[in-house]
């Protein structure tokens, strides 16, 4: 046992690192359409006279069909393009990937993604004015983007137990940020010059990190002799069937001091079947957990989406300034999921820290809004504290709640269940990723005081479809202090 333990360390910081990768690359590709749309349709008199001598036009800068003036609503239609078929592919994606090896599925995925990413850029080389094509271009990319999550939330939760899981997934968790502000940065270089260069680069970052992963990603510890890790700890004081967060094992990070609900290591995956999608369902805390998602996805994508144009249009910055600066929702976001699961793990309410951030975020949104444009280190600080109150919630969710909601002990140690149960809670988060930069679509014309607004009440929505868990977690508190108190 003594000598596997180096092996078993190394494959789990393996592990972390390529589907750190892996996920950095994803969000890298979904990036540049945030910053190249503010490219699509510039101010063409700030760039001085028409160079064409047979147009009076003032939009003759600007890249057709997006030259016209709704192109808000084609810039929506673009996003939803994606979003729309990211939510609808990741109900089945998650379905799929407990049934094939995840190592195909991801790296495959990846090289697809990467080919419909730089297709989308190609059509600046290809001088392509078709707005069907890009439509058709970012609903594959949707399509095939699906398989990213389930497969590495799945391949995590294989190989590290419950003990500081909101930590571990919470730091592991910054490479949505990273991927963003990466996505920003790259995009940003070619904005000005050659837009189709913001997609293309991405496109081919994905696919060579899909390809390492193919040849050096390990799915599961028995694929290697490592013993699994352990998921739940049963004590005779645990009954409630509903519990879904983590207050027990330091010890199981390791994976070897715990066969809890694994006496054969070498063949737990044969035996029980995938769940299916109502099983799932029936998880405590999956459907709450889903919900909630589905709002605080709705405010993290509307940033992710329209942040750079919102900066364009309200502080009157450049299109790469925009995109830079858009890059410091991404660090808060960072500091927000470390956070979130630093205080879950140590309180063991996962819930309860998700509805505090949420709350707390619902002010500051307000604050950003009416003041956070009135110099640029009160802009920066406002995007760092948005980003982090706003994303917390968003990464503990999708990471260590999928991941405990995925091994929960009703399940009675059927490993088959992660990546089912992420693609739910993610998928259903999804469609409020679709609805967030729709509505902001539809909503801008107005007012963006009015996008605020809405992004407000989503959280404060998002909150209260945990209100039963919270509760159920206080109760898991005060139990124990009433029977020291003698009550």
């Known amino acids: 046992l003594t000598s596997l333990l180096p092996s078993s360390h190394s494959y789990r910081g393996l592990t972390l690192v390529l589907t750190f990768l892996s996920y950095t690359s994803y969000h890298l590709s979904r990036k540049p359409i945030s910053i190249v749309k503010s490219q699509l349709h510039p101010n063409c008199s700030a760039l001085g006279p028409n160079p064409h001598n047979d147009s009076n036009s003032t939009t003759w800068c600007s890249w057709a069909p997006f030259d016209g003036d709704n192109y808000k609503e084609l810039y929506g239609a673009l996003d939803n393009a994606f979003l729309v078929a990211y939510a609808i592919g990741m109900f089945i994606s998650g379905i799929f990937g407990e049934r094939l090896p995840l190592r195909y599925y991801l790296s495959g995925g990846m090289v697809l993604s990467g080919l419909f990413t730089a297709l989308f850029g190609l059509g600046y080389f290809w001088d392509i004015h078709v707005l069907w094509y890009f ?56 904005v000005s010059s050659a837009w189709g260069l913001s997609f293309v680069v991405p496109g081919i970052i994905i696919t060579a990190v899909g390809i390492i992963c193919f040849f050096f990603l390990v799915e599961y510890p028995e694929d290697v002799d490592c013993n699994p890790p352990l998921h739940h700890v049963m004590t005779t004081s645990e009954k409630d069937p509903e519990a879904v967060t983590s207050n027990e094992g330091p010890h199981s990070l390791s994976g ?35 919900l909630c998602l589905l709002f605080a996805k709705l405010v993290s994508y509307t940033f992710l989406y329209w942040l ?14 925009a995109g830079d600066l858009s890059t410091l929702f991404d660090v808060g976001g960072i500091l927000g999921g470390i956070f979130a699961g630093l205080i879950s793990d140590y309180t063991g309410g996962r819930a309860t820290t998700c509805c505090v ?49 995925g091994t929960h002990e009703s399940l009675k140690g059927n490993a088959k269940a992660l990546s089912t149960v992420t693609a739910i809670i993610d998928g259903t988060g999804s469609v ?34 945990l209100a039963r868990v919270v509760v159920k977690e206080a109760r898991g508190w005060c139990g124990p202090m009433a029977r020291q108190r003698g009550y």
Not at 149 to 164: D, E, H, Q, R, S
Request: charged share 10%; net charge negative; with cysteine.
């Open 308 to 321: 750079p144009l919102y900066i364009v249009n309200v502080a009157h910055f450049g299109a790469k300034e």
């Open 256 to 290: 070897q001091s715990s066969v809890d609900h694994s006496n054969n290591p070498k063949e737990p995956a044969e035996e029980p079947e995938a769940i299916s999608f109502l099983g799932a369902l029936r998880i405590p805390g999956v459907v709450e957990f889903s």
């Open 357 to 405: 951030m949420l709350v707390v975020a619902a002010p500051m949104l307000f604050l950003y809004n009416h003041v956070g444009q009135n110099g640029i280190g009160t802009s920066i600080a406002m995007l760092i504290i948005c980003g982090a109150l706003v994303n917390g919630p968003y990464a503990l969710i999708t990471t260590a709640v999928s991941a405990d909601l």
């Open 135 to 190: 439509i058709v271009v970012q609903v594959c990319n949707g399509l095939v983007q699906t398989t990213g999550w389930p497969a590495v939330v799945a391949c995590v939760g294989n190989w590290f137990g419950k003990g500081k899981r909101g930590l571990i997934m919470g730091i592991w968790n910054s490479h949505t940020s990273v991927g963003n502000i990466l996505g920003s940065l790259i995009a940003g270089a070619w």
């Open 432 to 465: 409020g990723a679709a609805l967030g930069p729709l509505l902001a679509g539809l909503i801008s014309p107005t007012g963006w005081n009015n996008v605020f607004y809405m992004l407000i009440a989503a959280d404060v929505l998002a909150c209260l479809l």
